[in-house]
């Protein structure tokens, strides 16, 4: 066990597994890494409706926090559903004080297939200051658009920071295959995949940002993360069942 990378998401709860905390967990143990977990937010939801967001106070996942850090901190955390910029700026704040050198990645969540929307666009000049606080974001086409990233279907990324980086998921994206496109340290790399039938799977953003923490935590490099994360998102979405995808090699 002292040799095993822990690793920490602090996302919300998904009584399916799908999505959220249990998802992350499942794709670190894949990884061979060991994942602890804080929880923002109770959602109501299974791998085809969300009825509720659920979020949890500020000071409830502080104390989860405190909790975890008695016992080690964590190099490597990512972040899943949040409730607004001023959330995801304590949740931040507080890592960096607790662990400067520590790699953050941010799955933005900013709206539910039921609906929901969870970042409001007065909060978008909050949130891109706080992005610049963070390593990697993991977008899809939406998000990236929405957080005023770039434009999508030109490719192109605003520069937020030396220090950001960005991942543009292609999932939700049109043709035969999906490219997920990432800005790191000036380069910009590509990694495809044949574009697979049906709808994709429940959680596949939320899994694919946990596998390339996963990655991380192993030592590897950020590309070399997301083109591992790629591989076993194509497992991912070829198994499980209905809307739940999953990865059962043994």
Not at 6 to 25: E, P, Q
Not at 57 to 68: C, G, H, R, V
Not at 172 to 189: M, N, P
Request: hydrophobic content about 45%; charged content about 20%.
């Amino acid at each position: 066990m002292n040799d095993l990378p822990f690793v920490l998401t602090v996302a919300g709860f998904d009584g399916s597994a799908g999505a959220g905390i249990l998802a992350d967990v499942k794709a670190f143990c894949d990884f061979g890494v060991y994942g602890q977990a804080v929880c923002t937010a109770l959602t109501v939801q299974n791998e085809s409706s969300f009825v509720s967001p659920g979020f949890l106070a500020w000071d409830n996942i502080q104390k989860q926090l405190e909790t975890l850090y008695q016992k080690r901190s964590f190099r490597w955390v990512k972040i899943g559903l949040i409730e607004n910029a001023a959330v995801l700026k304590k949740i931040v704040e507080w890592l960096r004080e607790k662990t400067p050198d520590v790699f953050i990645v941010w799955d933005p969540i900013v709206k539910a297939s039921a609906g929901f929307q969870f970042f409001s666009e007065n909060e978008i000049d909050s949130l891109l200051s706080v992005l610049n606080r963070i390593n990697l974001v993991t977008p899809n086409w939406f998000e990236f658009n929405y957080l005023g990233l770039g434009a999508a279907d030109s490719q192109e990324k605003i520069v937020l920071g030396k220090s950001v980086s960005v991942l543009l998921k292609g999932g939700h994206a049109e043709g035969a295959e999906a490219t997920d496109i990432l800005w790191h340290a000036g380069k910009r790399y590509k990694f495809t995949s044949k574009r697979l039938p049906g709808n994709g799977k429940h959680g596949s953003g939320c899994t694919l940002s946990a596998a390339i923490l996963a990655n991380l935590a192993l030592g590897k490099t950020l590309p070399e993360a997301c083109a591992e994360a790629k591989k076993y998102i194509e497992k991912f979405l070829s198994g499980g069942n209905g809307n739940l995808g999953g990865v059962f090699e043994r």
